[in-house]
Nanobody, 128 residues
């Protein structure tokens, strides 16, 4: 599975931004995988942002983005989106798209180690 992110950029605090991730390769059939977004700011550990279970559409969010970010997917186009509203300077980070190789438990979506495939990342910078 290959993942390619796009849509990052420089925005001002309070602005919205949407990043996208296109998945190619083994993305069809009965594969009930999850796709997620993680982010990593300079000098900080990678942080879970959001995830979506591909077939059911169940979503999961990190505490710091709950109510501001929304994850969705377009199953026909194999694309997952992260809509980010009311961005804050502390949201500045490289945002990575990730996918699991199999279905995982709901409690596991927050764990980066459960994801087998990763994109190259897209930089989001929020100025104050």
């Amino acid at each position: 599975v290959q993942l390619v992110e796009s849509g990052g950029g420089l925005v001002q605090a309070g602005d919205p931004l949407r990043v996208s991730c296109v998945a190619s390769g083994r993305t069809t059939g009965d594969w009930d995988y999850a796709m997620g977004w993680f982010r990593q700011a300079p000098g900080k550990e990678r942080e879970f942002v959001a995830a979506i279970r591909w077939n059911s559409g169940s979503t999961y969010y990190g505490d710091s983005v709950q109510s501001r970010f929304t994850i969705t997917r377009d199953k026909a186009k194999n694309v997952v989106f992260l809509q980010m509203n009311n961005l804050k300077p502390e949201d500045t980070a490289v945002y990575y798209c990730a996918a699991t190789a199999r279905r995982i438990a709901s409690s596991a979506h927050y764990n980066a180690n459960m994801y087998s495939y990763w994109g190259q990342g897209t930089l989001v910078t929020v100025s104050s």
